[in-house]
T-cell receptor, first 116, second 112 residues
Framework: EAGVAQSPRYKIIEKRQSVAFWCNPI?????LYWYQQILGQGPKLLIQ????????DSQLPKDRFSAERLKGVDSTLKIQPAKLEDSAVYLC??????????????FGEGSRLTVL | AQRVTQPEKLLSVFKGAPVELKCNYS??????LFWYVQYSRQRLQLLLR??SRESIKGFTADLNKGETSFHLKKPFAQEEDSAMYYC??????????????FGKGTKLSVIP
C-alpha cells in the first residue's frame, strides 16, 4: 500500500513570498489533515477535510493560508505571503472515515519550509 | 478546549531499565488517547491507542481518568526504542473522523 505522498520535501523562500505544498493521501482515505509542526513542538492541526468538504479550519490563519481538496483526493496548502514564523514542517495525514475507524492517522514525510 | 502535556522534553535511560513517558491531558468530555512515535528518519506513526488495551513492542499505556493521565510504560528499554514519542488526544468520535491534539513530545534516548 502506497503511503501519503508530499512534495516538495524542502523549500526555502524569503518572507512575503508565496509557497504551495501538495499532498496525495492513501487511496480510499476520505479524511485528510494538514498539520504544522514548529521545531520543538508537537504537530498542530491547521485544517481537516472530509472528502472535499472542510470539517475544521479553526486554527488556519486565513489571512495568509489557504487549502483546497478538489475532487476529494489530492490537496494543496498555500501560504501567501509567508512570514518568518511560518518556518515549520507541514505534515499531511489521511485516515479512513467509517465504522471501525481505529483513529490511526497515516502521515507523510512532511514538507520543511524555511522562511528567510 | 483540549490540551495535552508531556512534561519531559528528553528522557534518557539505560538499556534494560524501565521506561515511563508521562502524559497528562485536559478535556471536559470523554477523550480517546493515543501514543504516536517517530523513529529517526521515519514518518510519524501510531504506536497504540487506549481503547485497544494492547501491548505494542512491549509498551503499554493505561488511561487514568481520575488523574487525567495516559503514561506510556515499558519494563525493559531497548536501543531500538530511541525515538520521539507524542501523546495525542481526540474527542470521542464514534464512527466519525478523529481530530488529534498532540503534546510537544518526549525524546527517549536509550543508552547502550
Amino acid at each position: 500500500e502506497a503511503g501519503v505522498a508530499q512534495s516538495p520535501r524542502y523549500k526555502i523562500i524569503e518572507k512575503r513570498q508565496s509557497v504551495a505544498f501538495w499532498c496525495n493521501p492513501i487511496s480510499g482515505h476520505a479524511t485528510l489533515y494538514w498539520y504544522q509542526q514548529i521545531l520543538g513542538q508537537g504537530p498542530k492541526l491547521l485544517i481537516q477535510f472530509q472528502n472535499n468538504g472542510v470539517v475544521d479550519d479553526s486554527q488556519l490563519p486565513k489571512d495568509r493560508f489557504s487549502a483546497e481538496r478538489l475532487k476529494g483526493v489530492d490537496s494543496t496548502l498555500k501560504i501567501q505571503p509567508a512570514k518568518l514564523e511560518d518556518s515549520a514542517v507541514y505534515l499531511c495525514a489521511s485516515s479512513t472515515f467509517r465504522g471501525g475507524n481505529t483513529g490511526e492517522l497515516f502521515f507523510g514525510e512532511g514538507s520543511r519550509l524555511t522562511v528567510l | 478546549a483540549q490540551r495535552v502535556t508531556q512534561p519531559e522534553k528528553l528522557l534518557s535511560v539505560f538499556k534494560g531499565a524501565p521506561v515511563e513517558l508521562k502524559c497528562n491531558y485536559s478535556y471536559s468530555g470523554s477523550p480517546e488517547l493515543f501514543w504516536y512515535v517517530q523513529y529517526s528518519r521515519q514518518r510519524l506513526q501510531l504506536l497504540l491507542r487506549h481503547i485497544s488495551r494492547e501491548s505494542i513492542k512491549g509498551f503499554t499505556a493505561d488511561l487514568n481518568k481520575g488523574e487525567t493521565s495516559f503514561h506510556l510504560k515499558k519494563p525493559f528499554a531497548q536501543e531500538e526504542d530511541s525515538a520521539m514519542y507524542y501523546c495525542a488526544l481526540s474527542p470521542y468520535s464514534g464512527a466519525g473522523s478523529y481530530q488529534l491534539t498532540f503534546g510537544k513530545g518526549t525524546k527517549l534516548s536509550v543508552i547502550p
